[in-house]
């Protein structure tokens, strides 16, 4: 007799979950009620993995619109400029500063259009699990230096001024030296990008128990903070920038390169006042 | 919707020694999201922790956890609920000092008469550096080391929301880098659901959302 209420017990729970509507009925030291809470707890996470999976499935129906839509406009411009090109040759006239213009707008074309298809490959090796993180233990006062030199030029286009500290110039830290510049370049590039004319870069690692910081701060147009925790998702780009370049890629990438390492990245900004970054790195 | 608090009003007192600590209260909190609660000390923050996590009853107003209306269930039963669904995270430490770290992590899981999910603890306790110190007491570790083995029992259970209140309240600055680095850490690892009570504004820069309370409301 007992065994067949448990029974019908046990299939009413099935029943429920079947239609989504499964609650645990009382929360007691019964095994019964123990079976409860963690049929529960499975459906919660089978329910929970089904919308990530149709998540990740709208995100990258998005991406391939969204690459395919914006590759689209750099190879037409590069077939015009090219047919434009080659009238002129044709023509042998001295055309020659058209020709250098011409050219210098193909370059800047297949320029763009290299950017847009390494970060589909980046994507889709990030998707398909293929980033493998490495991480060593590495110095990170050099690391950061060099990578800031990389940025040089950009800065210089907008007369920035690079000013950098460290608590600790020796101190090490766990990263994967190729990934973790990725990363840091995305900030840096966005620190850059984001930044007003003549302004400064302020960069300053510092040294905890158990991370290595590496913070960025620049002055510019800043996020706000109901943006700031949008900002790591992938394609979110903010309205107020649409006009850039990117696809939002930069700072998603960044975020799962640290993540994997065993570090974060944190971001506090105040609107129109400039933004900090700040790069978490295990010590290990 | 993991967590849902509807017009959640908590009074004390009566009459003129009335105090309204919290008063009218909504509140959602999404799967997966890690939301910071700021507020002055005195703002109701910690009152409202204590509601969400079932630890006080309002006066008014509901609190549903994971689809359960908390004022449903009866002292014994909501006792119960709470070791199941909720982990909780105090600013001092809590842990039981005759009993090792490891002991003391899996305590709400064997106190509930279930096994431990060995791979995922091991997981858990790698990912909180506490891999060397399975075999101390309390009393050897230091106040951050502590914390971390207070987040480990919290994650345990694989609560449905951890719920932290000034989890570094008692740390000193370095130190609560350190802490709230790895509560961020493994929560985005685990996917898991966090409210976490803070006075400090940087500290809750930490979270995806950030609600402010004042006077017993959310501004």
């Not at chain 1, 900030?187 to 690692?205: C, G, H, M, P």
């Not at chain 1, 109901?226 to 309205?239: C, G, N, Q």
């Not at chain 1, 900090?276 to 295990?282: D, G, H, R, T």
Request: glycine share 6%.
């Amino acid at each position: 007799m007992f065994h067949n209420r448990t029974l019908d017990h046990l299939d009413k729970m099935l029943s429920d979950a079947i239609n989504g509507e499964f609650q645990e009925s009382d929360y007691d030291e019964t095994e019964l009620s123990r079976l409860e809470t963690k049929w529960k707890h499975f459906l919660s996470a089978s329910q929970l993995s089904k919308n990530q999976l149709d998540k990740a499935k709208r995100n990258i129906e998005g991406l391939i619109a969204d690459i395919a839509h914006q590759t689209r406009t750099p190879i037409a411009n590069l077939k015009l400029y090219s047919a434009l090109l080659e009238e002129c040759l044709q023509k042998r006239e001295d055309a020659v500063s058209d020709e250098q213009k011409l050219l210098q707008e193909m370059i800047m074309q297949t320029e763009k259009l290299e950017f847009l298809v390494q970060s589909l490959t980046k994507m889709s090796r990030l998707e398909s699990n293929i980033i493998t993180v490495n991480p060593q233990c590495e110095k990170v006062v050099p690391f950061v230096k060099e990578t800031i030199s990389l940025m040089e030029a950009a800065a210089r286009k907008k007369q920035l001024v690079w000013e950098f500290g460290a608590s600790n110039e020796t101190c090490t830290a766990m990263f994967d030296s190729k990934w973790t510049r990725e990363a840091l370049e995305n900030i840096l590039d966005n620190a850059v990008k984001y930044s007003f004319e003549n302004s400064t870069v302020r960069v300053f690692i510092e040294e905890y128990g158990l991370y290595v910081s590496i913070s960025v701060k620049n002055e510019g147009i800043g996020i706000s903070e109901k943006e700031s925790s949008r900002i790591f998702e992938r394609f979110y780009r903010s309205e107020k920038v649409l006009q850039k370049e990117g696809v939002g890629l930069g700072l998603y990438l960044a975020r799962e390169i640290l993540q994997r390492e065993n570090g974060y990245i944190e971001v506090r900004s105040v609107e129109g006042n400039g933004a900090e970054f700040i790069l978490y790195l295990w010590k290990g | 919707m993991v967590l849902k608090a509807e017009n959640i009003v908590k009074h004390y007192g009566t009459e003129e020694n009335l105090v309204k600590a919290l008063d009218g209260v909504n509140l959602e909190v999404k799967r997966g999201e890690f939301a910071a609660i700021v507020g002055t000390s005195g703002s109701g923050k910690s009152t409202l922790l204590h509601m969400l996590g079932g630890l006080d009853r309002p006066t008014s107003g509901k609190v549903t956890v994971d689809g359960k209306d908390l004022s449903t269930l009866k002292e014994d039963a909501l006792c119960i609920f709470r070791r199941r669904k909720i982990g909780f995270v105090f600013q001092s430490f809590n842990l039981v000092p005759v009993l090792n770290v490891y002991e003391n992590i899996v305590l709400p899981i064997q106190l509930d008469g279930n096994q431990e999910d060995r791979g995922f603890m091991e997981q858990v306790i790698c990912t909180l550096g506490l891999q060397d110190k399975l075999e101390s007491l309390p009393r050897q570790l230091s106040g951050g080391q502590q914390q971390r083995v207070a987040i480990a029992r919290a994650l345990a259970s694989k609560p449905v929301i951890l719920l932290a209140d000034e989890p570094t309240g008692n740390l000193d600055s370095r130190t609560s880098q350190d802490v709230l680095g790895l509560l961020k850490v493994t929560g985005e690892k685990f996917g898991q659901t966090m409210v976490m009570i803070t006075h400090n504004e940087a500290i809750a820069q930490m979270a995806d959302r950030i609600i402010r309370i004042e006077d017993g409301k959310i501004m």
